[in-house]
């Protein structure tokens, strides 16, 4: 099992950014992709951006062009920085990590970090 841990969340003001941050305990070689979600009050858990182990990433259209997805592999950490945020961002943001274990991929998630955009 991966664990992992996120950081980063908390108030921000609406034209601000914001830099989540997701430790996680596995080796880069066990995991095949890292992503954030978020859920929003009321609303479905949304994929915001997904990284492969291959470096290939992919952002929903909400924050495409916005938001950039980067990993440290030395330091086991995935980072999220999303811009000119809005109070459409507001929502508590997850960490997910997609484990390689046999044949299977096994889902790992953080605990969730609020993020909350005041206008």
């Known amino acids: 099992q991966v664990q992992l841990v996120e950081s980063g969340g908390g108030l921000v003001q609406a034209g601000g950014s914001l830099r989540l941050s997701c430790g996680h305990s596995?080796?880069?070689?066990?995991?095949?992709?890292m992503a954030w979600y978020r859920q929003a009050p009321g609303k479905e858990l949304e994929l915001v951006a997904r990284?492969?182990?291959?470096?290939?990433?992919n952002y929903a259209d909400s924050v495409k062009g916005r938001s950039t997805l980067s990993r440290d592999d030395a330091k086991r950490t995935v980072y999220l920085q999303i811009d000119s945020l809005t109070s459409e961002d507001t929502a508590v943001y997850y960490c997910?990590?997609?484990?390689?274990?046999?044949?299977?991929?096994?889902?790992?998630w953080g605990q969730g970090t609020q993020v909350t955009v005041s206008s």
């Open positions: 997910n990590a997609e484990v390689v274990v046999g044949r299977d991929i096994i889902k790992s």
């Open positions: 596995g080796s880069a070689a066990s995991i095949a992709a």
């Open positions: 990284i492969t182990h291959a470096g290939t990433s």
